[in-house]
Every structure is written in structure tokens, then in C-alpha cells.
T-cell receptor, first 114, second 115 residues
Framework: NAGVTQTPKFQVLKTGQSMTLQCAQDMNHEYMSWYRQDPGMGLRLIHY???????DQGEVPNGYNVSRSTTEDFPLRLLSAAPSQTSVYFC?????????????FGPGTRLTVT | EDKVVQSPLSLVVHEGDTVTLNCSYE??????LLWYKQEKKAPTFLFMLTSSGIEKKSGRLSSILDKKELFSILNITATQTGDSAVYLCAVGGVISSGSARQLTFGSGTQLTVLP
């Protein structure tokens, strides 16, 4: 069981470039989400998905797109990178059953936009 | 707007001390409160609390929830240098459409335990 995996671990982009952060889980979790973590800001929800084919916006969705074509994968796309998107990005997954939704986090991607 | 506030923002103690970390919240349709430990990498799960007054315990760590006063505390007794980390509180609620749940995180408490 690999849990939640993310690639790449580190990335440097120039302003205006696009890229996709990959996230995959092998626990058959229905619920997946993307967070960004900035100093002093805690974790903020970008987008989430409650199952294949269903996505929705979180607290800070602007500048990011997601899709969920399979249960396992939940990629995050930056369409035109901006310095304000410099952050650490975490993908997480959980069961979506009743009250139980402990989230399992991936190792994170540290993104720098210059 | 959902809000989770943790205090203190940072804390420096010596090994052997006992610490109490606080988390207060305002969340629509509260479902559960979770504590995570983060040591320069991904957060790792500590506790999930759903009912008031029932203490969850794991070794030297314990936590309790007060749903009437909308807060939780995380206690760490006999602290060790390995307890140094950021402790995150997150509260789960149901979004307005009722079809999904999401976590709102506090900004964390940075705990430093000195030898």
C-alpha cells in the first residue's frame, strides 16, 4: 500500500508557465482534495472531489483546475503560474463515510514560481 | 465563513514539561475535530473527536472536545524533544450543498521542546 503519492517533490516554474501536479492513492478512497500551505496560514483547501467525475472548489480555487477521471488520480493543474502560487501543495484522501474522514496526506510538492 | 483559531501560535518548553494547546472553532454543521502533527513534511493524524467530554488518549498525548463551548485542547505530558512540531487542528463540516465534507484548518501551534 503506497498510500497517497505526489509528484514531483520540488518544482521551479517561471511566471506564465503551466504544469500539472500529480496525486494518486491506492486506498480506494472516494474523497480527495488539494491544499496549499503557506507560512502562518495553515492548510487552505483549493479543490476537492467526492468521487470520479465530481469536483468542486474549495477556499482558494483561482488559478487552479482539477479533474477526477478515476478514483485513484486527482491531478492539479496550474494554468499560468504566478509568484503568488509559490507554496507547498499537499494532496489528501479519505473515506467519505458518515463521520469518518481522517485525511491521509501525500508527502507534498514544494513549488516556486519566479 | 468557517473559522478555526489555534493558540498559542508558538510555545517553547523544556523536556519534561506539560503543555496544553488550544483550538476554538466556528464551523457550519460540525461533524468532527481532528488533530495532526506536522514535522517539516506531511501532517500525520493524531486524534479525531466527535463527541463532547470523551477524552482520546495515545501515550503522553490526550485530547478532549467541548461542543457546547466550541473548543478542543491537546495535552502533551512529559514532553520530549521529538514532540517538537507544528500541531494542526482541523474541523470537519458539511458544505452548504450537503453532499460533501471538508476540513478547515487552523494555522497551527509551533511547539519547540528544548533538552
Amino acid at each position: 500500500n503506497a498510500g497517497v503519492t505526489q509528484t514531483p517533490k520540488f518544482q521551479v516554474l517561471k511566471t506564465g508557465q503551466s504544469m500539472t501536479l500529480q496525486c494518486a492513492q491506492d486506498m480506494n478512497h472516494e474523497y480527495m482534495s488539494w491544499y496549499r500551505q503557506d507560512p502562518g496560514m495553515g492548510l487552505r483547501l483549493i479543490h476537492y472531489s467526492v468521487g470520479a467525475g465530481i469536483t468542486d472548489q474549495g477556499e482558494v480555487p483561482n488559478g487552479y483546475n482539477v479533474s477526477r477521471s478515476t478514483t485513484e488520480d486527482f491531478p492539479l493543474r496550474l494554468l499560468s503560474a504566478a509568484p503568488s502560487q509559490t507554496s507547498v501543495y499537499f494532496c489528501a484522501s479519505s473515506y467519505s463515510i458518515g463521520l469518518v474522514y481522517e485525511q491521509y496526506f501525500g508527502p507534498g510538492t514544494r513549488l516556486t514560481v519566479t | 465563513e468557517d473559522k478555526v483559531v489555534q493558540s498559542p501560535l508558538s510555545l517553547v518548553v523544556h523536556e519534561g514539561d506539560t503543555v496544553t494547546l488550544n483550538c476554538s472553532y466556528e464551523v457550519t454543521n460540525f461533524r468532527s475535530l481532528l488533530w495532526y502533527k506536522q514535522e517539516k513534511k506531511a501532517p500525520t493524524f493524531l486524534f479525531m473527536l466527535t463527541s463532547s467530554g470523551i477524552e482520546k488518549k495515545s501515550g503522553r498525548l490526550s485530547s478532549i472536545l467541548d461542543k457546547k463551548e466550541l473548543f478542543s485542547i491537546l495535552n502533551i505530558t512529559a514532553t520530549q524533544t521529538g514532540d517538537s512540531a507544528v500541531y494542526l487542528c482541523a474541523v470537519g463540516g458539511v458544505i452548504s450543498s450537503g453532499s460533501a465534507r471538508q476540513l478547515t484548518f487552523g494555522s497551527g501551534t509551533q511547539l519547540t521542546v528544548l533538552p
